[in-house]
């Protein structure tokens, strides 16, 4: 199963970076989509090294949509209300809400 993470205020909050590991545990293909610039690239590359994320799994919008990159996506984990709506909008995979919930994590299991 293929997911995605989004960066900033999402991967780099513990509770979803723990269970970015725990998917990786269990064989998931985990890649990160962050809306970064390419010159703003170290923390993300850091964490991927971290969590054995392979660099070809980054992908770097440089501020455009993500929807683009999340075909073949279970999920896409994230914190910002206006990409979770273009994503569910786009029907190219379900976008969930990490910010402020507490049922994140058990959305992302039923899907």
């Not at 999402?10 to 809306?35: F, H, M, N, S, W």
């Not at 919008?61 to 929807?67: F, P």
């Not at 914190?79 to 990490?98: F, L, Q, R, W």
Request: glycine share 6%; charged share 25%; aromatic share 10%.
């Amino acid at each position: 199963m293929r997911v995605s993470f989004d960066f900033d205020g999402t991967l780099t909050q513990p509770k979803a970076e723990e269970y970015c590991a725990e998917l990786i545990k269990r064989g998931c293909d985990v890649i990160i989509v962050t809306y970064r610039l390419l010159e703003n690239a170290s923390e993300v590359i850091e964490l991927a090294d971290r969590l054995n994320i392979s660099h070809h799994n980054i992908y770097f919008t440089q501020m455009t949509s993500k929807v683009v990159y999340l075909k073949g996506c279970a999920f896409h984990l994230d914190d910002d209300g206006y990409t979770i709506n273009e994503i569910n909008k786009s029907g190219v995979t379900t976008a969930i809400n990490c910010f402020g919930n507490n049922s994140w994590k058990d959305k992302c299991e039923r899907l």
